[in-house]
């Protein structure tokens, strides 16, 4: 997901859920900055390195081949991007196949509760990061946040389902500077690398940015998926997204009892329904000004566009002392907590490709 | 980086500096080590890619090419391996190519790590560059042994070189707390 929907979409669902314009908006910032904060920028404002919740391309790169980087790349994908949906599902194969394929991502698996249960007991910015991380399950599934052949590779049968239920040939191409074309249904996507464990077979960079445009609807063939078709409606999954945020928000609010899995708010689906179905099938790779048009009317008050440099300045003003409770600080700490229950779940499945992490209050695993 | 990598990298280091100086004193000897070398490289990989399939591949969509590639790879090590004389021109662009490429990735992660404001993009970029120039100097001097084996040296010795440094580096550990 992108922008409009981690920024302008989340602070849409805030408003529905009862924030003020000014929690919803520390809501979204964060849920936003989740895919900001970068080791990189750690170091310029002297932020705990722990707490990086993304990756920068160069990061990538520089990153070595081995089995800490390996690990390290995993700890941020699976914890932030690509949560996986069932750490126990059968699968055939060897152990190193089903360690793989146990860190495939998809929506309502027993870590977004976990994900939500743990922003309950924090901050607004605790609360962002949770809604990245849920909304990501929908756009994300299908995919692993660690690097895998074997897993997120794709072949070029790609197909885009149109309005009227016909199937046309996606192409891709590698060309940075070209960008995605929607009207010849050109997109970019990375290089094919026949090794296992490059950082260029991590996450959806096979499929494109077509898991992040809201309108789209495709058809592929996942590499885990024996050569079976797979349909991504994503007009439909971003809008049980969307109402799984409000609920959720709900919750984490205190207006609702708990927080289940399948659970979508069905109130927001009779008031809001067919203005969001409306943005999320336009076919646009920016739906930020419609969702910004969308959350203004909501709480009557403007939104102003998303800063990076908000935070850090903030943060890098602040006395060391005074630090932990500054907007990043409060990020850090929840970021260092999601990255740590996220890790300590695949390292409990018996799945040491996150490594270990030791317990907030607990003892080294 | 973990002190057991570490004292690994300073050896290899060592290693690839010290048989530099060896094939550097003695051009003409060292040629067919080096395709020796190449050979084996070649072999080791269908090896490595066999095995990829096997454990993992096989599950893959698409996956049988890998075990395709892996046996043609091999076969082609095979066939290297017992030539007794791979003409020189392939040796040059096998050397130049790998050059070519790690100077290309060099100089794009400079340009990246400079927009970034990133301070590591002199390094990468001087990396960048050393690569550039000795993939030119494969292709410049193609037809005479001496040179070839001395480009190849002075590339093993630039690398032996920067694994000792790296060795030595510091380079910050992430814990998850």
């Known amino acids: 997901m992108q922008k409009d929907f981690h920024y302008y979409a989340t602070y849409c669902a805030a408003v529905i859920a ?16 989740v895919d900001m904060c970068s080791l990189t920028l750690l170091k310029k404002i002297g932020g705990p390195p722990e707490a990086a919740t993304t990756q920068l391309q160069m990061e990538l790169m520089n990153s070595r081949n081995d089995i800490v980087s390996r690990q390290n790349i995993t700890r941020i994908w699976s914890s932030f991007h690509f949560l996986p949906a069932d750490l126990y599902s059968p699968v055939k194969g060897g152990r190193p196949y089903k360690d793989k394929f146990h860190l495939v991502c998809g929506p309502n698996g027993e870590l977004v509760k976990d994900t939500v249960e743990l922003a309950k007991k924090g901050s ?19 995919f692993a946040g660690t690097p895998s052949l074997v897993i997120n590779n794709a072949n070029s049968d790609f197909y885009e389902i149109t309005e009227d239920n016909k199937r046309k040939k996606i192409t891709f191409h590698e060309n940075v500077k070209a960008g995605d074309n929607i009207e010849q249904r050109k997109y970019i996507r990375t290089v094919y690398y026949a090794e296992e ?7 959806h960079g096979r499929a494109g940015h077509l898991p992040d445009y809201s309108f789209m609807r495709y058809i592929y063939m996942p590499a885990w998926g024996n050569y079976k078709e797979f349909y991504k409606d994503n007009p439909s999954e971003y809008y049980l997204a969307f109402s799984q945020m409000v609920c959720a928000m709900r919750y984490l609010r205190g207006e609702t009892a708990g927080f289940e899995k399948n659970m979508y708010d069905t109130d927001m689906m009779q008031s809001y329904g067919e203005r969001i179905k409306e943005i999320l099938k336009r076919r646009q790779f920016d739906a930020s000004e419609d969702w910004k048009k969308f959350g203004e009317e909501l709480s009557g008050k403007e939104i102003v566009p998303f800063d990076i440099n908000m935070y850090q300045k903030e943060y890098t003003d602040a006395s060391p002392k ?7 600080g409060r990020f850090f700490a929840a970021a260092k907590a999601q990255k740590s229950m996220v890790t300590d779940r695949i390292f409990d499945s018996g799945n040491l490709l996150a490594g270990f992490s030791k317990r907030i209050g607990g003892g080294v695993k | 980086m973990t002190i057991i990598k570490r004292i690994r990298v300073f050896f290899a280091g060592i290693f690839m ?6 094939y550097a004193a003695a051009p003409t000897e060292a040629l067919p080590d080096i395709t020796a070398v190449l050979s084996l490289a070649l072999l080791l990989y269908g090896v490595k890619m066999m095995v990829f399939y096997f454990t993992l591949a096989r599950h893959m969509t698409g996956g049988l090419a890998v075990l395709f590639r892996a046996v043609l790879i091999f076969d082609i090590g095979l066939f290297a391996f017992y030539l007794p004389d791979v003409p020189l021109i392939y040796v040059m662009i096998y050397l ?5 490429f790690a100077g290309i990735a060099g100089v794009l992660k400079a340009l990246e790590a400079k927009r970034l404001e990133a301070p590591s993009w002199k390094l990468n970029f001087f ?7 000795m993939a030119v100097l494969c292709l410049v001097f193609s037809k005479s042994i001496r040179t070839a084996v001395l480009i190849y040296s002075s590339g093993l010795f630039y690398s032996g070189v920067i694994r000792i440094i790296q060795a030595f580096r510091k380079t910050a550990s992430i814990y998850v707390q």
């Not at chain 1, 962002?128 to 299908?142: P, Q, S």
């Not at chain 1, 005074?322 to 990043?328: D, F, K, M």
């Not at chain 2, 500096?17 to 060896?22: E, Q």
């Open chain 2, 17 to 22: 500096v010290a048989v530099s100086l060896l």
């Open chain 1, 197 to 203: 464990n490059s950082v260029m077979n991590l996450g």
């Open chain 1, 18 to 33: 009862g924030f003020s314009h000014e929690e919803s908006l520390a809501v979204c910032y964060s849920a936003q900055f």
């Open chain 2, 96 to 100: 130049a190519a790998i050059h070519g």
């Open chain 2, 127 to 133: 990396h960048g560059l050393v690569n550039a120039i």
């Open chain 1, 322 to 328: 005074n630090r932990a409770l500054t907007g990043a």
């Open chain 1, 124 to 142: 607004l910015q605790a609360v962002g990061i949770a809604m990245h991380v849920l909304a990501d399950t929908w756009a994300h599934r299908c």
